[in-house]
């Protein structure tokens, strides 16, 4: 199968929150959706949005192994039938925030007089003046402080010495969106059927239509990125843009990126792994596993089994190109965001590095020795312990290596723009070569836009049935298909006859009525029910 995947470069995101208004402006700027946020931003460390969304203990998301075999953490589908009508594990207001705006008509008016107006803050969820005390951003720029430290989830998980090098050390920026997981919990655990993995390019949707408001998903997803309208009463969530997608465009969150720090591209991988993968016991392992889960499309006998299951050729020709695959599988220094969830995510980050060259000439040592570089990995002022619990569960190795990797390019490259003669020792050091650290920079540094976006338009995924077979069901692609209208549907009808004796008002259109293309005379056919 193919899913359309995406990478963010976490060492160029400068927390300007671009992403995340322009997000909101495209999707969720509409009444029910004030609190919703498909794209935020979080300094780590920090609680993030909604607060503690990563503590499972108490919100219950994602899977976890029961006997050897996963299940939804929370709990089977009798549980669930159980809480159908009253689910306490949800996010209140007041984890994600009460959104407010502002009295600007007290400031403008506001009589003359020696006090300077102001326009004090009211809820946009009953209009009632409220005190700002929280918002999806509240951790901005504050990484670090004492007061928000106890509340990082992956932060408590650490030892205490740890926790105080933290106060004086660092904070990095963490862009989110929906993970559109190859085994996702909010999809298992929906009781309606309105969650689900379109099979054409892996995006995770609603179906309006059929979301009864049960909010299970919200619980199910570890990452809380499924909403509740409490106006519509439907479940809402990041689309991943998903009609730009289809017409070969990046999403707005990727479009809009000041850092040019996202990469979207096409991923294969083979579906009867997944479960597999999902299953692993030890969590540390559960990258691997996924890694194992993707296929690489240069393998003639790869690009025939996709072929073989119905996906298109420019579809694998575009996986062979896909910067995601090349950050993943090739390079291996883009990692997943929380594997021990066990849902598979496919949004990966590459871990920021810390200026560790300079670090290292600033304490008197050859910044560009590979001994004391890679070395220095383990004393960088953003602990590897703490990137560990974001993205391998823990399990350091993963993350030293894409640092170590990431560490090398920066010296290689620091020596080709200087002029100096190349070391191989350091490309061979992290087990690569010069030209595939000079390719890794091109990708990371210099990228041009249609080598950062490599999307091919959409297609329908046959699943190995006939395009007869889809004719005869309900393909849109088939002649009187539900759906179809005649050749000459956008053409206006020709004026109805005057009606006959008796005959009541009857038109000359035949079949379904086009609105578009009707003058307003008469009774055209098709346009109301026959009486039976």
Known sequence: MAQVAMVMN????????TCSVTCKQTWTNRDGTEYVWFNNVETRPGQGYPRGHEDQEKWQGGWHLKHGRLVP?????ARRLARLFANPRLPSLSDYYEPWTYDYENLTTAPLGDDVPTAPPRSLIDGRPTEVTWGPNWDDDLGGGPEHLAGDPVLRKMNEQVRHEYEQAFMFYLPRICEHCLNPSCVAVCP???MYKRIEDGIVLVDQDRCRGWRMCVTGCPYKKVYFNHRTGKAEKCTLCYPRIEAGQPTVCSETCVGRLRYLGVILYDADKVGEAAS???EQKLYEAQLECFLDPRDPAVARAAEESGIPHDWITAARRSPVHALINTYKVALPLHPEYRTMPMVWYIPPLSPVVESLT???????????LFAAIDSLRIPVEYLAGLFTAGDPAPVEAALCRLAAMRSHMRRVNLGEERDENISRAVGMDPAGIEAMYRLLALAKYEDRYVIPTSYTATTGRSAEDLAAGCSLDGADGPG???ADTFHAPPEPEPAAAGAGSGGAGRGRFNLFGWNGSGRPEGLFPRHR
Do not use: F, N
């Open 73 to 77: 953490r929370s709990g089977g589908r």
């Open 280 to 282: 692993v016991e030890d």
């Open 362 to 372: 600033a304490t008197g040592h050859d910044g560009e020795d590979p001994a004391k």
């Open 10 to 17: 976490l060492d160029k995101c400068i927390g300007c929150h």
């Open 484 to 486: 179809m209208y005649t």
């Open 192 to 194: 309606s059927g309105a």
